[in-house]
C-alpha cells in the first residue's frame, strides 16, 4: 500500500509521482536512533517510482556507475528536486516496517546528496565542503530536510539514524558520496523487499575493484574509504573492518585478511564526478512527453 497520494507536474522526464495514505501505527519498538518507532507488523511501501525518474532523467550509466549531469540539474531541475524533497519529509516514517525505514533512509540520503549538489552548480572545494564523518565539512552538516519536526543534516541521517539503528556494515556502500573513490549512486533505489540483498552486492562490487580492496603476497591494501566510516560502520575497531573485508576475499586469502596480512591504505579519489553533457537542448517544451537529448533517460 502507498503512501501520500499527491498530484505532481511533469518536468521532461521528471515525473514526481504519487504515494497513497498511510496506516496507524500497529507496533513500536525502541532502537537507538533518532527515529526509534517503528511498525513491526506494518506492509506499507514507499513507491521508489519517483526516484527513478528523477535519477533517470538527470544521469547516465557509464562503466558501471551513474553520473549526473549536474549542470542540467541545476539549470533546469531544481524545482522538481525541491517538490520531491517536500515529499520526502511528508512520510510517516514511523508506519513503517524497519526494511523500509532502511531503505527509505538510504534513499532519502543520496537523494539529499545530489540535490545539494545540484543548487551548487559548479562545486568548488568539494573534498573541504565534505570533510570526512568523523569531521563533516559544513556541507555535510547543514539542514537539508525536515521530518515530522526534526531538522536533518546528510551527517544527521548518516550518524544519528542509519548506523544509530542498523548493525550493518555494507550501509557504508550504499551510501553515495559524489566522488570517484565512493560507492556509485544507486540507479536504481532500495526497497523494503531489496535493501539487505542490494546493500551486499554494493559491497561486492566495491570490494571487486582493486582500487578499493586487493590482497597480493603478505599484503592487503583497501581504500582509505573505509577509514572514514570506521567510527561509524566498525565503532573505531580495526580488526572488525578485517573481519568484514575477509568475507570478500578468496578462501585462500581470507586469514591473510583477518589477521596475518599486513593491512595497508590506498588514498582515496576524491575527484568529483558527475556527466558532462555534449549536446543538450536547453529550452524545455511543454509537454509530458519530451524527453531531453544527450542521453537522459536511458
Do not use: C
Request: cysteine-free.
Amino acid at each position: 500500500m502507498p503512501l501520500i497520494r499527491q498530484p505532481h507536474r511533469l518536468f521532461a522526464a521528471l515525473a514526481v509521482s504519487a504515494l497513497g495514505s498511510a496506516l496507524p501505527t500497529m507496533a513500536q519498538t525502541e532502537t537507538p536512533s533518532a527515529f526509534s518507532t517503528y511498525d513491526a507488523e506494518s506492509r506499507l511501501v514507499v513507491d521508489t517510482q519517483p526516484y527513478v525518474e528523477i535519477i533517470s532523467a538527470l544521469s547516465v550509466p557509464e562503466n558501471g556507475r551513474t553520473l549526473v549531469a549536474y549542470d542540467i540539474a541545476h539549470a533546469q531541475g531544481l524545482p522538481f528536486l525541491s517538490e520531491y524533497a517536500d515529499y520526502l519529509g511528508a512520510i510517516p516514517v514511523e508506519d513503517l516496517n524497519r526494511d523500509e525505514q532502511l531503505a527509505f533512509w538510504l534513499n532519502t540520503r543520496n537523494f539529499l546528496l545530489v540535490q545539494a549538489i545540484a543548487e551548487e552548480g559548479r562545486v568548488r572545494g568539494f573534498k573541504k565542503k565534505r570533510g570526512t564523518p568523523e569531521t563533516p565539512g559544513s556541507f555535510w552538516a547543514e539542514t537539508r530536510l525536515t521530518v515530522g519536526d526534526t531538522p536533518l543534516s546528510l551527517q544527521d541521517i548518516e550518524q544519528n539514524i542509519l548506523f544509530a539503528g542498523w548493525d550493518d556494515p555494507n550501509i557504508i556502500y550504499g551510501l553515495y558520496q559524489g566522488i570517484k573513490g565512493g560507492p556509485a549512486l544507486p540507479r536504481k533505489p532500495f526497497t523494503g523487499a531489496n535493501v539487505t540483498a542490494e546493500l551486499a552486492e554494493a559491497g561486492r562490487i566495491f570490494n571487486a575493484e582493486s582500487r578499493n580492496f586487493r590482497v597480493r603476497n603478505q599484503t592487503v591494501r583497501v581504500s582509505s574509504y573505509f577509514d572514514w566510516y570506521l567510527p561509524l560502520a566498525f565503532e573505531g575497531n580495526e580488526q572488525a573492518l578485517r573481519q568484514h573485508l575477509a568475507g570478500f576475499a578468496k578462501q585462500d586469502q581470507q586469514q591473510l585478511v583477518r589477521a596475518d596480512g599486513n593491512l595497508t591504505r590506498r588514498n582515496l579519489s576524491t575527484d568529483f564526478e558527475q556527466y558532462r553533457a555534449r549536446q543538450v537542448q536547453t529550452s524545455i517544451p511543454s509537454g509530458s512527453g519530451y524527453t531531453p537529448s544527450g542521453g537522459f533517460g536511458s
